[in-house]
């Protein structure tokens, strides 16, 4: 069973992933945060495998969430989840230790091979 957080400022866009993502009987939400504060907290708490987690967010950004993360538990596994496409964005949460950078417009097949493929020590941007 991989054991996944998500980490998204949209209740609905995270409803909507948990919805997607409990269909497959070897992935289960066993959390939901809605900005990188409370990502680092139930992380902290709970160790997931798999950390889905937007780079925009109130209180603590996803970048500085991941690094936190990360400080805490370092054989955690970031898989950014942004809309955003931008060079930057990507070095920074590679730099951050995130091991995947997906766009939000990936269709779900795509989203939950790269979840069991990070949870297998992969990597993917």
Not at 9 to 36: C, M, P, Y
């Amino acid at each position: 069973m991989i054991r996944i957080l998500l980490a998204d400022d949209h209740a609905l866009f995270r409803q909507g992933l948990k919805s997607l993502l409990e269909t497959e009987a070897d992935l289960r939400v066993i959390g939901e945060a809605q900005n990188g504060r409370e990502a680092v907290r139930y992380a902290a708490d709970t160790r997931p495998d798999i950390i889905l987690m937007d780079i925009q967010m109130p209180e603590l950004d996803g970048v500085r969430a991941t690094q936190s993360i990360l400080e805490i538990n370092p054989e955690a596994n970031v898989i950014i989840l942004t809309m955003y496409r931008q060079d930057s964005y990507v070095f920074e949460a590679v730099k951050a230790g995130a091991r995947g950078y997906l766009l939000k417009d990936v269709d779900g097949t795509e989203l939950i091979d790269a979840i069991r493929h990070v949870s297998e020590g992969g990597t993917l941007l």
